[in-house]
């Protein structure tokens, strides 16, 4: 089962910022958080990850709360081609079982 | 930088026949993926490769799936015989797989219907 919870859907006006929350209440002290998107009929594409700290890059800005059960993905001005599904994923490590947990994400809506 | 190839990209067959999809992941990449995602859902992992190990395939179905990385590089998907439930997106994703931080890179996926 996936160890996060996102809301299934959000909208946000071309330009603006769109704040992206998820909750990992269970998360362990030595699993990652990763956010990938998928733009649809495509394969998804990887955005950022974070262990504690805020992290940014070209793509996104990743904050992680202090205690680590919640984290927003921000995309500071959001387009058109933005629009996508993004997925919160806490990355399961424990020995030959590591892997990505997905669920079932949040649908982004960019509008004109 | 060629990203992870996948083809077909689409595939349509009737229920019992037999299905293959191909997968040629980045270059280097020691670690490969392949996932079946069903529609509205999140991927779903089948099987992981390091190398030409089949290291995790707990969730391969494996009276009917079968999988190879033969030399550690490009890899196969086999469905026979497949079924109506079959039908979903198979993607295959490649990785560096530096233990504790793992990016993965996703192909385009094979969207199959079976009938």
């Known amino acids: 089962d996936a160890k996060t919870t996102q809301p299934p859907s959000m909208d946000c006006a071309e330009g603006r910022a769109a704040n992206l929350p998820c909750n990992h209440s269970?998360?362990?002290?030595?699993?990652?958080v990763y956010w990938y998107r998928q733009i649809h009929s495509q394969g998804p594409q990887y955005i950022i990850h974070?262990?504690?700290?805020?992290e940014t890059n070209e793509m996104a800005s990743l904050i992680i709360t202090e205690d680590r059960k919640s984290s927003t993905l921000i995309l500071p001005h959001a387009t058109l081609r933005d629009t996508a599904v993004y997925y919160c994923i806490v990355r399961v490590n424990a020995g030959n079982n590591r892997k990505l947990i997905w669920g079932l994400g949040t649908s982004l809506a960019v509008n004109p | 930088e060629a990203g992870v190839v996948q083809s077909p990209r689409y595939k349509i067959i009737e229920k019992k026949q037999p299905v293959a999809f191909w997968c040629n992941p980045i270059?280097?990449?020691?670690?490969l993926y392949w996932y079946r995602q069903n529609l509205g859902q999140g991927p779903e992992l089948l099987i992981r490769y390091e190398n030409e190990e089949a290291v995790d395939d707990s969730q391969l179905p494996k009276d009917r799936f079968s999988a190879e990385r033969l030399k550690g590089v490009d890899s196969t998907l086999k469905i026979q015989p497949a079924e109506l439930g079959d039908s979903a997106v198979y993607l295959c994703?490649?990785?560096?797989?530096?233990?504790?931080?793992?990016?993965?890179?996703f192909g385009a996926g094979t969207r199959l219907s079976v009938l």
């Open positions: 994703a490649s990785s560096l797989d530096r233990r504790t931080e793992d990016i993965q890179y």
């Open positions: 270059s280097g990449h020691n670690t």
């Open positions: 269970t998360i362990s002290g030595n699993e990652y």
């Open positions: 974070g262990l504690k700290n805020n």
